[in-house]
């Protein structure tokens, strides 16, 4: 550094990184100052980590925090783990549970004023299921039963458990979310969701 006046002067030194350091040194009228500085590290701080709970499934969380629908979550589907999913459903509101007759086979229909009934296909009235409005039933956002005149075989819920499944929701009538809606759809939707890596 050129024309740096006679006499002592501090000189401050810095780099990112490091520590700051001021040295006070005198420099003559005329001829070289030479000097090394040692800068220390940085103290650094420990990674900051944020921690938030992410819902397994963020379209279910927003159903229950709008309250629509009728919800059980992960929890309580916890404290039932060993039972059937035919009686954990019994705790929803607009739906009642038809079981077979000598099987552990269970359909879901809607109970909402004034439905019509709608015969089962073959197999499922071989089993015991009688003219109902059955609800129809999601999977993981695949429809796998369209209640109704389609003839299609009945949905069994106790298909699968509780132990599996991170939500249900039920939706009577017409409140029923866009997306799992259709016309003339009077008896219900069941939403299941399985659990999501744990």
């Given at each position: 550094m050129d024309e740096i006046p006679m006499g002592s002067q501090v000189v401050s030194v810095r780099q990112v990184g490091?520590?700051?350091?001021?040295?006070?040194?005198?420099?003559?009228?005329?001829?070289?100052?030479?000097?090394?500085?040692?800068?220390?590290?940085?103290?650094?701080?420990?990674?900051?980590?944020?921690?938030?709970?992410?819902?397994?499934?963020?379209?279910v969380e927003e159903r229950r925090r709008l309250g629509i629908g009728h919800l059980i979550g992960r929890e309580d589907l916890a404290k039932n783990e060993n039972g059937r999913m035919s009686e954990v459903l019994l705790r929803l509101a607009g739906l009642r549970v038809v079981r077979a007759t000598g099987g552990g086979?269970?359909?879901?229909?809607?109970?909402?004023?004034?439905?019509?009934?709608?015969?089962?296909?073959?197999?499922?009235?071989?089993?015991?299921?009688?003219?109902?409005?059955?609800?129809?039933?999601?999977?993981?956002?695949?429809?796998?039963?369209?209640?109704?005149a389609t003839g299609a075989m009945l949905w069994d819920v106790n298909s699968i458990g509780p132990k599996s499944l991170e939500a249900v929701e039920f939706y009577a009538g017409g409140n029923v979310p866009i997306g799992y809606s259709r016309p003339n759809q009077e008896c219900g939707v069941l939403l299941l969701w399985t659990r999501r890596g744990g």
């Open positions: 490091y520590n700051r350091i001021e040295l006070l040194i005198t420099f003559p009228d005329r001829g070289i100052v030479e000097r090394q500085f040692l800068l220390s590290n940085v103290r650094s701080l420990d990674s900051v980590v944020v921690v938030a709970a992410r819902p397994a499934i963020p379209e086979q269970a359909w879901i229909v809607g109970t909402h004023g004034g439905m019509a009934e709608y015969p089962p296909d073959a197999l499922s009235a071989a089993m015991g299921a009688k003219p109902a409005c059955y609800a129809d039933v999601w999977l993981d956002g695949v429809r796998v039963y369209e209640g109704g």
